[in-house]
């Protein structure tokens, strides 16, 4: 699914089913929520951390509730996140096309 039609499908289901956006600092709030909840997956599955009982797995489900709030700030705010993430790949590879082949760290 292309950025844009995403954006659309949040939209229309918003529109169909959430009744309205929740407030911009409402949604950023719940996208910390969010973040938070895909981070304690990754300490789980990851780090050092094991699961509690009847925690499971579910990072895919996590990104995808990320993505999720963060199509519906862009869509409150006016982000065409095709355009935002095209600028993002310009902006790094200008400023990093050789920085990270020259990292000594990264071989």
Sequence with gaps: MELKALQQRVDEWIKTYGVRYFSELTNMAVLTEEVGELARVIARKYGDQSFKE??????????ADV???LVCLA???????????EA????KTARD???HRNN???K
């Design 97 to 99: 096309k050789d920085r």
């Design 75 to 85: 869509n409150q705010t006016g982000i065409d996140l095709t355009e935002a993430i």
């Design 67 to 69: 993505l999720w709030v």
């Design 88 to 91: 993002s790949f310009a902006k």
């Design 104 to 106: 000594e760290k990264l």
């Design 54 to 63: 009847g925690e499971k797995c579910n990072l895919a489900e996590e990104m």
